[in-house]
């Protein structure tokens, strides 16, 4: 559910019709949406597995000078 254009639909939707308990609905809509997007956090799980007895991970850094220092590998 996408708060900001539900609520801004809502909102906008319930002035135009005359709706008051409509644009309360939105305005609230809007403002849950807008401080979510405000204080969201940037981190993101970008991939994840689970790992058997035996099994490795290598992740490798974009960017790192010396491949051996931007490199981490995880066993199972």
Same mark, same amino acid.
């Given at each position: 559910? #996408?708060?900001?254009? &539900?609520?801004?639909?809502?909102?906008?939707?319930?002035?135009?019709?005359? #709706?008051?308990?409509?644009?309360?609905?939105?305005?609230?809509?809007?403002?849950?949406?807008?401080?979510?997007?405000?204080?969201?956090?940037?981190?993101?799980?970008?991939?994840?597995?689970?790992?058997?007895?035996? &099994?490795?991970?290598?992740?490798?850094?974009?960017?790192? &000078? &010396?491949?051996?220092?931007?490199?981490?590998?995880?066993?199972?």
């Amino acid at each position: 559910m #996408n708060l900001l254009k &539900d609520g801004a639909r809502a909102f906008f939707g319930g002035a135009r019709r005359g #709706n008051a308990p409509l644009v309360g609905l939105g305005a609230v809509l809007l403002a849950v949406g807008w401080v979510r997007r405000l204080y969201r956090s940037d981190r993101e799980l970008l991939y994840s597995r689970t790992l058997r007895k035996g &099994d490795a991970v290598r992740i490798r850094l974009l960017g790192a &000078d &010396d491949p051996a220092e931007g490199e981490i590998t995880i066993e199972g």
